[in-house]
């Protein structure tokens, strides 16, 4: 019954892949987000969905493609992966833009 | 810019030692200052949020006060299980915008 899931918890890929995460939520909120935390830690807003439509998207590179299916889902899409994309992945999601968030487990992406 | 800054980095406290974190935040209209908890591997659980200046809240040994600057967390007579990342984050009053986070002050408590 986990509130916020992302699969893969691990991708580990060479320089060049497409790779896709995956994220669901069970709490029956409207807005969904991703975030970008580097190895100190800091968190970066990426993109936000509200009710499956984008109203966030912050100076991202083009590989990163952010699909809501339904506003239970968000997934990312990266293409050509680069050593730079190296880092921790985290979904969450919140009832609406002005509550906070919960977050998932976090996919660590590890480029080579 | 809109700016959350966290100190210290890292904080160090022997069991029973209070301490408090310092989040400091400049951003063009405050609508809500919230404080998580990150353990190693997981994702940032919530804590509080605080939505106008001398507010608090409370949970267990922590607690939580605001100015029209600042963000304090007080820790009152830490355990080892308390040793985590704690984060700050701000919403800010501007359509369109996700919250935005410091970069964390990683407590440890020892025994």
């Known amino acids: 019954d986990t509130a916020v899931s992302q699969t893969p918890k691990y991708l580990v890929t060479q320089m060049g892949n497409d790779k896709s995460i995956k994220c669901e939520q069970n709490?029956?909120?409207?807005?969904m987000y991703w975030y970008k935390q580097d190895s100190k830690k800091f968190l970066k807003i990426m993109f936000s969905y509200n009710n499956k439509e984008l109203i966030i998207n912050e100076t991202v590179p083009n590989r990163f493609s952010p699909k809501s299916p339904d506003k239970a889902h968000l997934n990312l899409h990266i293409n050509s992966l680069e050593l730079g994309d190296s880092a921790v992945y985290f979904c969450?999601?919140?009832?609406?833009?002005?509550?906070?968030?919960?977050f998932g487990s976090g996919t660590r992406l590890t480029v080579v | 810019e809109d700016q959350v800054t966290q100190s210290p980095e890292a904080l160090r406290l022997q069991e029973g030692e209070s301490s408090s974190l310092n989040c400091s935040y400049t951003v063009s209209g405050l609508r809500g200052l919230f404080w998580y908890r990150q353990d190693p591997g997981k994702g940032p659980e919530f804590l509080f949020t605080?939505?106008?200046a001398g507010e608090e809240k409370e949970k267990e040994r922590l607690k939580a006060t605001l100015t029209k600057k600042e963000s304090f967390l007080h820790i009152t007579a830490p355990k080892p299980e308390d040793s985590a990342t704690y984060l700050c984050a701000v919403r800010v009053n501007q359509a369109g915008t996700a919250l935005i986070f410091g970069k964390g002050t990683t407590l440890s408590v020892s025994s």
């Open positions: 605080l939505y106008s």
């Open positions: 709490l029956g909120h409207d807005t």
């Open positions: 969450a999601s919140s009832p609406g833009t002005v509550y906070g968030y919960t």
